[in-house]
């Protein structure tokens, strides 16, 4: 079972991005699934987590600018990132609280891999 993210780059403030991670391998069910980032010398912080059902749990200070969503038949999260500052520079993380097949790995929390998202002033 991994976890691999895409859509990160170079934008200018002002500008979007959208973030996509992808589940893959033999997977059983996909419980919770979500973004979170990382600046060097900070602690991951939580973006956005999304459960099985559609429902949402934002960083209060990222609300109304970020979109979190899923596609369940797809395995796959999304991020859609609006009116990025440069301060939302950094290494973005997705996750996922997975159940793999029997034998197939454990079951819990996986991540990718990280992709970089850079907003220049």
């Known amino acids: 079972v991994q976890l691999q993210a895409f859509g990160g780059g170079l934008v200018q403030a002002g500008g979007s991005l959208r973030l996509s991670c992808a589940a893959s391998?033999?997977?059983?069910?996909?419980?919770?699934m979500g973004w979170y980032r990382q600046v060097p010398g900070k602690q991951r912080e939580l973006v956005a987590k999304?459960?099985?059902?559609?429902?949402?749990e934002y960083n209060e200070f990222l609300r109304g600018r970020f979109t979190i969503s899923r596609d369940n038949a797809r395995d796959t999260v999304y991020l859609q990132m609006n009116r990025l500052k440069p301060e939302d520079t950094a290494v973005y993380y997705c996750?996922?609280?997975?159940?793999?097949?029997?034998?197939?790995?454990?079951?819990?929390?996986?991540w990718g891999q990280g992709t970089e998202v850079t907003v220049s002033s």
């Open positions: 996750n996922a609280d997975i159940t793999p097949h029997y034998g197939q790995g454990h079951t819990g929390q996986y």
């Open positions: 391998g033999s997977i059983f069910n996909i419980r919770d």
């Open positions: 999304i459960t099985i059902t559609g429902i949402s």
